[in-house]
């Protein structure tokens, strides 16, 4: 009978990977993740920059109904008077995106303005989020 050799190839031959190996696939995946997660966190910020914009809009649209509706023709000095009185316009004011009260400014008889402070909760800044943006 004969005997079959191995080569010594094939026996110093390892069977895992090496730190470095490893250290090329984390990196990998690090790099990947980063990408996928810049994408997935703007596309929440924009949503809630659009959730907020149209929730601004159904807001400016319920303090006009209330103009309409009272006697004599007034805006509300607060955005609670919207869910007061016999027929109110909302159950209640929500809150944007980021948990913050939306601003209520009333500027005259007519003129008034909302807006949100954004995801920073501060108003006058850049991040607030305004109707009209």
């Known amino acids: 009978m004969m005997k079959m050799k191995r080569s010594t190839a094939t026996l110093a031959r390892p069977h895992g990977m090496t730190l470095v190996e490893i250290m090329i696939v984390i990196t990998i995946m690090a790099s990947v993740a980063g990408v996928v997660g810049y994408f997935v966190f703007g596309a929440l910020d924009t949503a809630n920059e659009r959730t907020a914009r149209m929730e601004i809009n159904q807001l400016e649209q319920m303090v006009e109904t209330y103009y309409m509706t009272t006697t004599p023709?007034?805006?509300p000095d607060r955005l609670?008077?919207?869910?007061?009185?016999?027929?109110?316009l909302t159950e209640e004011i929500p809150q944007d995106p980021w948990g913050n009260d939306y601003v209520y400014q009333?500027?005259?008889?007519?003129?008034?303005?909302?807006f949100s402070p954004g995801a920073d909760g501060v108003e006058g800044t850049e991040m607030d989020v305004h109707a009209s943006d």
């Open 73 to 75: 023709s007034q805006i």
């Open 80 to 88: 609670e008077q919207l869910t007061e009185g016999n027929s109110p």
């Open 106 to 114: 009333r500027h005259s008889d007519r003129d008034f303005e909302i």
